[in-house]
């Protein structure tokens, strides 16, 4: 019986894995939807930013996160491109960012008030870039296991900015949520060896920060 069900598992894994991935005109097979998009400007050159100044993160469009809330995640962004990056990054307290801005700005899908802050307060700064971030979605689950009712959610979006000009040099977007096993295939084993334990937003957020330090710094390792 036993053997049955690892067959039967085996074969909804393999199921899984020929949806889930595709393959590139290069032959290198990826994932259709990762959690982590990263856009690049046409001739950036990584290597010529070395200092960055990190701004709070963003969290007008999630109320309910509070200040103390914000600023642990604040942190948990710098440390992540602080230890798996090669940048020089200088942390802005919001109220040194808010000081330089010297005025109140408001949420904006086509442009988040992080990113009109930094391009106001650029040239006050003595760096080659500046590194702003917007949270969007921060949720977490309720119940546990099989009793999990609504699962964690996080979403974030990060520019890099450069310093004389304004422009978005390097962007990236995490989105992720942790879905039921029988939503998600590919983690049917881990998922049972765990119990039946599913990623909490924090575990999600930290994830997210830490994919983007690594593709940046992958950025910076791979371009002239």
């Not at 290597?47 to 709070?56: D, E, G, K, T, W």
């Not at 996160?65 to 090669?86: C, E, I, M, P």
């Not at 974030?156 to 998600?184: C, I, M, Q, Y």
């Amino acid at each position: 019986m036993v053997k049955l069900s690892r067959i039967i598992l085996g074969m909804w894994v393999l199921v899984a894995l020929g949806c889930t991935f595709h393959s590139t005109p290069s032959g290198k097979r990826t994932l259709e939807n990762p959690a982590l998009e990263v856009k690049v400007t046409e001739g950036f050159k990584p290597l010529r930013v070395n200092s960055v100044a990190l701004l709070p993160l963003q969290t007008l469009r999630v109320p309910h996160v509070s200040g103390a809330l914000g600023s642990a995640l604040t942190g948990k962004l710098a440390n992540a491109f602080q230890v798996h990056s090669s940048l020089e990054l200088v942390l802005l307290s919001d109220e040194t960012s808010s000081a330089f801005a010297k005025q109140e700005l408001t949420a904006d899908r086509e442009e988040p008030s992080c990113v009109k802050r930094a391009r106001i307060i650029s040239p006050a700064l003595d760096v080659q870039g500046i590194l702003c971030a917007e949270l969007y979605r921060y949720r977490d689950a309720t119940g546990s296991g099989m009793g999990t009712e609504d699962f964690a959610a996080v979403g974030f979006r990060l520019w890099l900015l450069d310093r004389g000009s304004g422009r978005t040099l390097w962007s990236a977007a995490f989105d992720k949520a942790s879905e039921p096993v029988a939503k998600n295939l590919l983690q049917v084993r881990e998922r049972l060896s765990e119990g039946l334990r599913f990623q909490s937003a924090d575990q999600l957020i930290n994830e997210g920060f830490l994919e983007a330090a690594l593709e940046f710094e992958k950025l910076r390792n791979s371009t002239p």
